[in-house]
């Protein structure tokens, strides 16, 4: 179910406490972030800006970036979607349903958080999403993706646990096995094309963080 939070202040940082979780304790891998301090900065321009998360609610995910931007956040859980089809081996209905899902108006959100949901999704969802998504940014709309480079059977979720402007933890939860949807740099900004790559940096991790912007 589609969630929405809204914040009315501003402050430097927002909170590092995670919430707790149904997945078992365990520990939880750190991850530098060159491109989420510039997702902030674009925002933080933007009065009362719109935020859609793509990934599972976090809670303090969502005082972190709402304190930071005092903006609206709708938390779409993608990710809930993919499992679902997942399970009931009808993967070749996901594209139809990640768009039905973010059934809202052209050019109303000025900043989307895919996270890694790119993994999971074969080239037909993975198009039909990426030109979805492009279609509710507005002008100068930014939006954020992790890319996985490596081949290999993904059994489990990631959530991006934002501690800081800098950075985040990773979460993982179980997954149905599905293989990685591996794309290099160049099929990235084909799938995006419309928009302009304002930065894109390999991690240590081979995966890679990229921000892409509408021009306005």
């Not at 939070?5 to 995670?18: I, L, T, V």
């Not at 002008?139 to 990631?158: C, D, I, N, R």
């Not at 790559?197 to 991790?205: G, N, P």
């Amino acid at each position: 179910m589609t969630g929405l939070f809204k914040w009315g202040g501003r402050k430097d940082e927002g909170p590092s406490a995670a919430p707790a979780a149904t997945v078992a304790a365990v520990a939880e891998p750190l991850s530098t972030s060159k491109i989420l301090p510039k997702l902030i900065s674009v925002l933080s321009h933007v009065e009362s800006p719109i935020l859609m998360d793509l990934g599972p609610v976090v809670g303090s995910n969502i005082a972190f970036f709402g304190e930071q931007l005092a903006c609206k956040i709708f938390v779409e859980d993608l990710f809930a979607e993919v499992e679902t089809r997942a399970r009931r081996g009808a993967r070749e209905e996901l594209a139809e349903a990640l768009v039905a899902r973010l059934a809202r108006p052209p050019a109303s959100v000025d900043g989307i958080l895919c996270w890694d949901v790119f993994d999971y999704l074969d080239r037909p969802a993975s198009q039909a999403l990426a030109a979805h998504l492009m279609k509710l940014l507005k002008p100068g709309g930014v939006l954020y993706g992790f890319f996985g480079a490596t081949q290999a059977e993904l059994k489990h979720y990631t959530r991006f646990i934002v501690d800081d402007i800098h950075g985040f933890r990773l979460r993982q939860s179980p997954a149905t096995p599905t293989k990685r949807n591996v794309l290099v740099t160049r099929d990235i900004n084909r799938m995006f094309e419309g928009l302009t790559v304002a930065e894109s940096v390999l991690l240590k991790s081979n995966a890679r963080e990229t921000l892409f912007r509408k021009p306005s």
